[in-house]
């Protein structure tokens, strides 16, 4: 494996741009491929069956891509489907997780929310790690329509206001400390959730252990010892949403896949 080889980091959309950001952030000298499957977003209403046969596929076109590590990040495809992409290839993969952990461990009110897709909610993986923390009241909240809202621009809509404060009031009142992110869609909602809840309430989401975790596997694979770290992004829609969440600094190529 030639350590100058890309980092490749797939989501059901744009979300994961979150989770890109915090590798790049951490990793300056790695190249990066990022893939958008905004075309099939969002993961979260599909079928187990449905969301690893899109994880493999968006698989099978980074490897195209020659990279040498895979960031599945997004959550609903990890906790469906890294099994089973660890299981048919031969190349690392680092998934993301709802951060119960953390919030469970040092909250004070043993209430935590979380806010996350039916299929991350749903998942094998998801309930296993939440049996560990029967102590913590866990409020489960499915974010209906929030992926949508964010894929089509409208963040800061009346809508989202609307739909944030339906979803995070009645957890407001079950007297939450932590609110857990479970989409890597849903920290670009962070200063919108912040308008609603209230200050003590501590948000938490799973970027940067991500980009830790990617960090240390590549100390057994091989750091790009180089500095050809231009960003390579793709999507199968429109690009225009991709490029504004980006900052609009960066090439995105519109690629049907």
Known sequence: MDNKQPIGVFDSGIGGTSIWKEIHNLLP?????????????????????????????????????????????????????????????????????????????????????????????????????????FETKIIEQIGFGLVELIENGKIDSPEMDQLLRSYLEPMIEANIDFLVLGCSHYPYLIPQIRKIIPDHIQIIDSGLAVARQTQNVLKEIGFNPGNDNEPIFYTNTNPNVLKTILGGTYVVQEKDF
């Open 29 to 133: 000298n790695e190249k990066t491929i990022y893939l958008a499957d905004s075309k099939n977003a969002p993961y979260g209403e599909k079928s187990k069956e449905e969301i690893i046969r899109l994880s493999m596929k968006n698989t099978d076109f980074l490897l195209d891509m020659n990279c040498k590590l895979i960031v599945v990040a997004c959550n609903t495809a990890t906790t469906n489907a890294i099994r089973e992409l660890r299981a048919k290839y031969n190349v690392p993969f680092i998934g993301i997780e709802p951060a119960i952990k953390p919030a469970a461990i040092n909250s004070k009110t043993q209430v935590i929310g979380i806010l996350a897709t039916k299929g991350t909610l749903n998942s094998e993986l998801f309930n296993k790690t939440t049996e560990m923390f």
